[in-house]
């Protein structure tokens, strides 16, 4: 009895292991093609509009995706009247994979070119960085 559950045990976590290196094998050559970068980016855009109020702009995304990635130009726009509050070119930065699978990223070796940040007061007296 112990013997088979040992074995169901050991059979189970080879199949994890399995199914986790096919989608990490997966994911890897889908991001190497211009449809898997594009869905990538707008996935990312997504999730940095669900957590910025006003209008974020993405730009083309490039890279090994494993350790770094390169992103053409980024932009934050005021959602009241559409007035540029961020803008860059080209930013490129490094990371750890293994900061992926616990759900967080710290980026390494940040570059970027062309920083541009409009800080304005609104009539109401909002800043628009608020």
Same mark, same amino acid.
């Given at each position: 009895?112990?013997?088979?559950?040992?074995?169901? &045990?050991?059979?189970?976590?080879? +199949?994890?292991?399995?199914?986790?290196?096919?989608?990490?094998?997966?994911? #890897?050559?889908?991001?190497?093609? !211009?449809?898997?970068?594009?869905?990538?980016?707008?996935?990312?855009?997504?999730?940095? +509009?669900?957590?910025?109020?006003?209008?974020?702009?993405?730009?083309?995304?490039? &890279? &090994?995706?494993?350790?770094?990635?390169?992103?053409? !130009?980024?932009?934050?726009?005021? +959602?009241?009247?559409?007035?540029?509050?961020?803008?860059? &070119?080209?930013?490129? +930065? !490094?990371?750890?994979?293994?900061? #992926?699978?616990?759900?967080?990223?710290?980026?390494?070796?940040?570059?970027?070119?062309?920083?541009?940040?409009?800080?304005?007061?609104?009539?109401?007296?909002?800043?628009?960085?608020?």
């Amino acid at each position: 009895m112990i013997r088979r559950r040992r074995l169901v &045990g050991l059979v189970s976590a080879i +199949a994890l292991l399995v199914i986790g290196f096919v989608i990490i094998v997966t994911g #890897l050559f889908v991001t190497r093609t !211009s449809y898997g970068q594009e869905e990538l980016r707008r996935l990312i855009q997504g999730q940095l +509009a669900s957590a910025i109020k006003g209008k974020v702009y993405l730009g083309p995304m490039s &890279g &090994g995706f494993l350790t770094g990635i390169t992103v053409d !130009s980024f932009a934050i726009r005021d +959602a009241d009247n559409d007035s540029l509050f961020i803008s860059t &070119g080209r930013i490129t +930065a !490094s990371y750890d994979p293994r900061d #992926l699978i616990d759900k967080r990223l710290l980026l390494r070796d940040v570059q970027v070119e062309h920083p541009v940040v409009y800080l304005r007061q609104h009539a109401s007296g909002r800043w628009n960085f608020k």
